[in-house]
């Protein structure tokens, strides 16, 4: 069965840290664009980041450059969050599409499976 599961969400203070974490089961991620979105609450989704197959590439929204940083290792999929603001309160989701379709890969949400999502907040 093929799967996407997200973890590391929880609470935290403005400017903190967290790391979320999308693990694959049933398929390997060495053929597939990586994205992660989000959903706030009463907003539409809105691409996040995403990394190639080979994790040579990513690509990231005006939103969260400089403060979230992507990355890969073997079937698991990361998404370092710094300097987190009350903005970035949403519901986090990774999706996984074919190796061929970085192009847009944030702004494109067209991707064949997706995760059940994980709360993150950021509060005082």
Known sequence: ???LVESGGGLVQPGGSLR???AASGFTLDMSVIGWFRQASGKEREGVSCISNN??????????KG???????KNTVYLQMNSLKPEDTAVYYCAARSWSLFRKCVSDQNYDYWGQG???TVSS
């Open 1 to 3: 069965q093929l799967q």
């Open 20 to 22: 979320l974490s999308c």
């Open 55 to 64: 994790a040579m590439d990513t690509d990231y929204a005006d939103s969260v």
């Open 67 to 73: 403060r979230f940083t992507i990355s890969k290792d």
């Open 118 to 120: 994980t709360q993150v």
